[in-house]
């Protein structure tokens, strides 16, 4: 991503152990799942080893890729993916769960109202 850049995992991972070492609260990380992309059992393996020895402080949210006309190039992830990536990060005893999903049938879940608003933006533009 374009802001690892800026903030690359391993100074936001320190970041991450030092506010669990000082105090002691969990940490919960969003991750969407994005098919073909991320969503493969070896991410979930590098999730889970980012994570580390911190399992007990952490909660993973799964999240669905929401498809947005903007990014067409990307997909949701297939449920038989999101299943197992879910499986590997428990295996690994990683605390996760799968956001549910509301409104991707009438393009009203998250990303995909804002997608439809810049496009509304942009033609009225024109």
């Given at each position: 991503?374009?802001?690892?850049?800026?903030?690359?995992?391993?100074?936001?991972?320190?970041?991450?152990?030092?506010y669990l070492d000082t105090t002691n609260r969990r940490v919960t990380y969003e991750y969407i799942l994005i098919k073909d992309v991320n969503d493969h059992k070896e991410e979930a393996l590098e999730l889970a080893e980012l994570?580390?020895?911190?399992?007990?402080?952490?909660y993973v949210n799964l999240i669905p890729y929401n498809p947005v006309d903007e990014?067409?190039?990307?997909?949701?992830?297939?449920?038989e993916a999101i299943s197992q990536f879910?499986?590997?990060l428990k295996k690994k005893g990683i605390n996760c769960g799968v956001r549910l999903e509301q409104g991707t049938d009438i393009d009203a879940a998250c990303g995909q109202?804002?997608?439809?608003q810049e496009k509304k933006k942009k033609e009225k533009a024109v």
């Open positions: 991503m374009k802001i690892n850049k800026a903030f690359p995992i391993e100074k936001l991972m320190d970041s991450v152990n030092y994570i580390g020895d911190k399992r007990h402080l952490s990014h067409g190039q990307y997909q949701r992830s297939t449920p879910f499986d590997t109202l804002r997608s439809k």
